[in-house]
């Protein structure tokens, strides 16, 4: 039974002997004699030959375009305002058809004032949520909901109050 499940895994990953099925599944040939004299195949070194035989997964040519999770954080200030130079040419041009003031962008995206027109602005371009523009939305939209709350004392100091 192991013997023909051992087979299988070599058909599968395409090898033709246990010393190939192993260095290809991260695992020693004594390990699959192992197996055999076990009579038992690890859950492990089947979902291993799971993840050897499909395909990966084609990745974005742009990294901040994976999936977007709310623990994100902001992206590069320069890779930013390279985005937006691709699509406008230049930052000032951005900010005139946007109706910004001019340096608004900087202002967001390198000191992280809160300005939100500009900050929707760049989000809104880039099709990017807004707590990937700046720090200042990362830390108000993502981490104060999570914070910890300053009036919940330990029981321990609340006796001593």
Not at 74 to 92: D, L, M, S, V, W
Not at 139 to 147: A, E, G, T, Y
Request: aromatic share 4%; with cysteine; charged share 25%.
């Amino acid at each position: 039974m192991v013997e023909d499940e051992i087979a299988k895994m070599r058909a599968l990953a395409e090898v033709s002997s246990d010393a190939q099925l192993a260095e290809k599944l991260g695992y020693t040939r004594g390990a699959v004699t192992q197996w055999r004299r076990r009579n038992y195949i690890p859950e492990k070194a089947q979902r291993r030959l799971q993840e050897v035989i499909t395909p990966p997964k084609a990745t974005p040519a742009n990294p901040s375009d994976r999936g977007v999770s709310l623990m994100d954080g902001p992206i590069h200030p320069e890779e930013i305002k390279a985005r937006i130079r691709i699509r406008y040419g230049t930052i000032q041009r951005f900010e005139r058809e946007k109706g910004l003031s001019q340096g608004a962008v900087s202002q967001v995206i390198n000191t992280g004032l809160a300005w939100h027109t500009a900050a929707k602005s760049i989000a809104d371009e880039l099709d990017i949520p807004l707590h990937r523009v700046s720090a200042h939305y990362y830390k108000k939209l993502c981490l104060s909901p999570i914070s910890r709350n300053q009036q919940a004392a330990h029981r321990i100091n609340a006796e001593a109050r």
